[in-house]
C-alpha cells in the first residue's frame, strides 16, 4: 500500500509559479512510476504530467507543456510538480497519483494510489 500526501497549493495571481510536493509512505517508492492530475469544479479529472520510475521519461498535458515541470527523488520518496506562469485556468486541486508500473501513464485509471489533493487557484 501507497499513502500520498500533497503540499504546496495555494492561491496565486495569474503569470506566478507554485511547486507541489507529493511524500510517499512506501520505501518501494522508486518501483513506482508517478503522475499527476486535477479537477476543477464540475469537470473531470485530468492528466497532467507523469514521471516513469527512474525519472528518465515526462509526459505533460498540452495545456501544461513549457509551465509545468515534473520531478522526482527517489532517495527522499518524493515527486514535485513545478507550475510556472500559471493562468486563471490552472485552477483545481491537485492530486499526486502512484502507479504500480515502471513506466509513465497518462490515464487515471492507471494509479491505483491516490493522495487526498491540493487546491490551487489561480486569481486574474
Known amino acids: 500500500q501507497v499513502q500520498l500526501v500533497e503540499s504546496g497549493g495555494g492561491l496565486v495571481q495569474a503569470g506566478g509559479s507554485l511547486r507541489l510536493s507529493c511524500a510517499a509512505s512506501r520505501r518501494t517508492f522508486s518501483s513506482n512510476s508517478m503522475g499527476w492530475f486535477r479537477q476543477a469544479p464540475g469537470k473531470e479529472r485530468e492528466f497532467v504530467a507523469a514521471i516513469s520510475r527512474s525519472g528518465r521519461s515526462t509526459s505533460y498535458a498540452d495545456s501544461v507543456k513549457g509551465r509545468f515541470t515534473i520531478s522526482r527523488d527517489n532517495v527522499k520518496a518524493t515527486v514535485s510538480l513545478q507550475m510556472n506562469s500559471l493562468k486563471p485556468e490552472d485552477t483545481a486541486v491537485y492530486y499526486c497519483?502512484?502507479?504500480?508500473?515502471?513506466?509513465?501513464?497518462?490515464?487515471?485509471?492507471?494509479?491505483?494510489?491516490w493522495g487526498q489533493g491540493t487546491q490551487v487557484t489561480v486569481s486574474s
Open positions: 497519483a502512484a502507479s504500480d508500473t515502471i513506466v509513465v501513464i497518462t490515464i487515471a485509471a492507471g494509479y491505483p494510489y
